[in-house]
């Protein structure tokens, strides 16, 4: 499978690849981990023909921490995430999700801009960053411009990024505690095998004390063209005990936005069911976590 | 479409050639560097029989461009050892019964060297882990384990008596 010509572009400078990516419009890609962008080309439903790869740009690589705000330069890779001692300390759901990323060659390459980018529903990060309420750091020919997750993601493949606008950075806001309050968080991801998308899975993120879920933001993976923030299922829990009564709501809410195609890894009924049990799991898990 | 002029360091020697930019590495090691070793699995990202080590990171070689590696470091199991001369890993890979066709094994030991050299001492679900981007259709991976893990306790005990 060999994929189409293109011309390759290895620019040292940001503003000099949002100008390669302004001048081709929407005949020039970006290139980060080439994981997703390849096997499509390969297929050829990706036909650049101009290819941007950001691997000189040193300055998108990063992860560090500013006041309450985790910051992480979109080429850093899946391996550094999960290597990071920060990540664990300060968003350890990152690692988490991280680890059921495909394997070890492939987030070696891969990079977490990548993944959150590229508008694939199979990707796991958009709906953690959904459940984190991350912001995306956008580099275009006017300047940087920020977008909220929520709200990033239109459809498959469908984002709010223009063509000629690059992700350079992702903000996941990082919350004081308040008094007696106690943050848990979980990623439960169903796959039929190492390597695979998501049959359904849940991200959670919440803050408990004396027992009551104060807060809680949910996210869901390949359940529908984009990832899911589970707001009416996140309504069902707050101020409850996370007892059996309130999961049930959720579920429920959660089932009821699901929007899964039928495919190999189930049929669309039995997904959204899946999305139920992904859910229940992951808010008990993250609740212990809490405790 | 033009073709580029790549150098890459393979296996501690500088190569170079002309190459288009949408080759993959595999295609390059294989066809103009003749080095056979790195096979073309699946082709898809999933198998592995292509691993080779990238910039000290093993990489499937089928998922980068030719391009992507201009200017960095690889090595091909061609780098990990050679006949006569072979490394720990493909001497227990022999001596365990780690392969039975043998195409995913260039794959699996180029892995596997990197593997013990992120964690010197990984336990059994740690090697299961880390070869997980390795597919074998034989050999169930019992004895590629049990193989791994030989190599980690030969290595590590021939380190511990150069350091004594």
Redesign the interface.
């Known amino acids: 499978?060999?994929?189409?010509?293109?011309?390759?572009h290895?620019p040292s400078r940001l503003e000099e690849a949002v100008a390669i990516l302004g001048a081709h419009g929407d005949d020039a890609l970006v290139?980060a981990g080439?994981?997703s962008l390849?096997?499509m080309?390969?297929l050829r439903m990706a036909v650049p023909e101009h290819?941007v790869?950001l691997?000189a740009l040193a300055d998108l690589r990063f992860i560090r921490q500013a006041g309450d705000m985790l910051e992480i330069g979109a080429m850093t890779t899946q391996?550094e995430v999960l290597a990071s001692d920060l990540v664990a300390q300060a968003c350890p759901i990152l690692q988490e999700a991280g680890a059921l990323i495909?394997?070890?060659?492939?987030r070696?390459?891969g990079t977490i801009g990548g993944n959150v980018a590229n508008g694939d529903p199979g990707n796991d990060m958009p709906a953690v960053m959904l459940a984190l309420d991350a912001r995306f750091a956008l580099a275009g020919p006017d300047g940087e411009r920020e977008l909220p997750a929520r709200g990033f993601y239109q459809s498959s493949y469908v984002t709010a990024r223009q063509d000629a606008e690059i992700l350079t950075a992702i903000r996941i806001p990082l919350p004081p505690m308040a008094a007696g309050e106690a943050r848990g968080w979980a990623y439960e991801k169903q796959k039929r095998k190492?390597?695979d998308y998501a049959t359904a899975a849940a991200a959670v993120v919440l803050t408990m004390s004396g027992g009551t879920c104060r807060s809680v933001s949910i996210g869901l993976t390949n359940l529908a063209p984009g990832p899911l923030l589970a707001a009416d299922a996140a309504t069902a829990l707050v101020g409850s005990s996370l007892d059996k009564a309130a999961l049930d709501e959720a579920v429920a809410a959660a089932r009821a936005i699901t929007e899964p195609s039928s495919d190999g890894r189930g049929p669309a009924d039995y997904r959204t069911h899946l999305a139920g049990v992904m859910l229940r799991r992951a808010v008990l898990r993250a609740a212990q976590r809490a405790s | 479409m033009s073709k580029m002029h790549v150098k890459i360091s393979v296996n501690g020697s500088a190569r170079e050639g002309l190459a288009e930019p949408r080759s993959l590495l595999i295609h390059f090691l294989r066809e103009q560097l003749e080095l056979t070793g790195p096979h073309i699995g699946c082709d898809t990202g999933h198998c592995g029989a292509c691993t080779v080590d990238l910039d000290g990171q093993s990489v499937k070689s089928c998922m980068v461009f030719v391009a992507q590696a201009d200017g960095h470091d690889v090595t091909t199991i061609e780098g990990v050892g050679a006949p006569g001369g072979l490394h720990a890993l493909q001497e227990a890979f022999k001596e365990h019964h780690g392969l039975q066709c043998g195409f995913c094994t260039p794959g699996m030991i180029t892995r596997a060297w990197r593997l013990l050299q992120e964690n010197p001492a990984p336990t059994e679900a740690e090697i299961r882990m880390g070869i997980s981007g390795n597919l074998c259709r034989c050999t169930g991976y019992q004895n590629i384990v049990k193989a791994i893990q030989a190599a980690a306790a030969q290595i590590n005990a021939a380190g511990q008596q150069a350091a004594e």
């Open positions: 499978m060999i994929p189409g010509p293109f011309e390759y290895r290139l080439g994981h390849i096997p080309m390969k290819l790869d691997q391996a495909a394997d070890p060659q492939v070696a390459r190492v390597g």
